[in-house]
């Protein structure tokens, strides 16, 4: 039966050059995003002049980004069982249904507060959703990616306002809350894993919002706008709300197949 | 597959229409990034304009062309209308109201920035409507080698789309029934927020099934023994996704190159 978990010991036999060369690739985009933080863009000084060099943000983003490989190379579940696949696909679906209910609801309340222009960077929290539930209820290396991006492709194919960006936010989306949970070795799945994989969704979704339709505004707008997008769509609507859903799922008996779901029963 | 929300309606064959979904993602990616690199009038303007022309092409009647990309305004416009508000000032002012003023440079990067979303998200709208979910899964296993068991997982959940609707409508009448929900608009944000929590629980349960069912059909089996998954509907590409994929790359070099020659283009992140 496929609901019983199988010995966790990894049952390749040989080791896949493929996720060598990902990591290999990983790590030398890591190396080069530190390389360019420690230039220090323009982003971190007023009125787009170069900053001065940055080594403090330079090397915690070379830490985290290094504890983010070592967490993908030892999660303790790195490979998925059909029950995992299966119901993170559907969780996918059913997130993207939810995306679609905020897409038709979206307009009313962007015209009722349509002179606030940090509408987005507060209320986007739903949409991050699927990054959240996704890795906190699967616990597998890759599921907060793989919800979100579903969910994103489903809200897409329905078809809604953005066309094409939903896939591209849906992947950085899923992709920020993934390097927090892999920044935790994937071996946290609490409310603090929570709230920091919302950071984490919050804050990818931030700057590609900064880049895509903030990009002509002030950088002091930017960089509210990045502050507010993480803090409250991502950690308190999407990690605070995610965590929430996930425990509220465990308790419905629905997650007892999934490893959030086996420790979370009450005896 | 016909699955109701998904259903694009009658398209016809043209050659987009029925080029590999692969060159198709391809083109979208190509047209964003490229687009992305710098916030300029002549640039975004071009390509809306060239996506225009090539519309007849996609295959959609006029009437869906339409109705999918009129709602892409709903997006653009408001990104726009902020930026040429809040915009960095330069130029001649129109408009001054204190801290918000709109100026000539500011209206024009406002135009801008809603053009390139609206090029970014058109070529998507038309291309996405066109593409069948199997199809799509097919050259995303076959052609770009993704993981065939997410790919696949992935389409069959995507056949829950339905069943998902039917449960969305019974959990409705249930509520009702008993009378649960409400009118006004807390009531019936609770009500909703409650519908949705009772769907995931129905959706996970039901991914459990399936998910036994799928294994006991041998999904899944001979993933590490090195056994070679075998497909119904091959997927390959043809001369013709060569053909899609450089119209792409021509509308981004074309819109690029004019943004270039009229001066305007500059890249945004330096």
Redesign the interface.
Known sequence: MSTTEKSDAPSTPRRRPAGIGATLVTAVIVVALAALVWQGPTWFSEDGVPGAAQPGPAVLTLVLGALALVGWRTAPRRSWRVVDIVVASVLGVAVGLLFTLFNLAWNPISGLLGGFAFLGAVLTGPWLLGGVVGGLVIRRPGAAVFVELVAAVVSALIGNQWGFFTVIYGLVQGLGAEVVLAVLLYRQWGLTAGLLAGLGAGAAFGVLENLVSNAALPTGFQLTYLALAAVVSGAITAGLGGWALTRALARTGALAPLASGRNAQRV | MSTG??DPGVVRPTALARANPVAKLAV?LVL?FGL?LS?DIVTAGTAVVLELALLPLAGLGALAVLR?SA??L??AV??AV??A????DSGAVLVDLGPISVTSG?LQ??G??GL??VA??????V???T?D?TDLADALAQVLHLPA??VL??L???R??DV??DE?RQLGLARRARGLGGDGLLASARD?AGR??V???I??????V???A??ARG??AGE?QGADRTWARPSRLRPGDVVVVLVGVAVTVVSTAAGVAAGTWEL???
Do not use: D, N, Q
């Open positions: 929300l998904l979208a964003a992305l916030v999918r709602v892409l709903l997006a408001p990104v902020v930026s508000l809040l915009g960095v500011s990067t406002g801008a920035i390139r979303v970014i998200a058109l070529p998507g709208v291309l996405l409507a593409t979910p068991r997410f997982g992935a069959a959940a995507f829950v789309v998902l609707l969305w909703v949705a929590f769907l995931l629980v959706a996970v349960r039901r991914a459990a399936l998910a036994t799928m294994e999904f899944g590490h945004v992140i330096t």
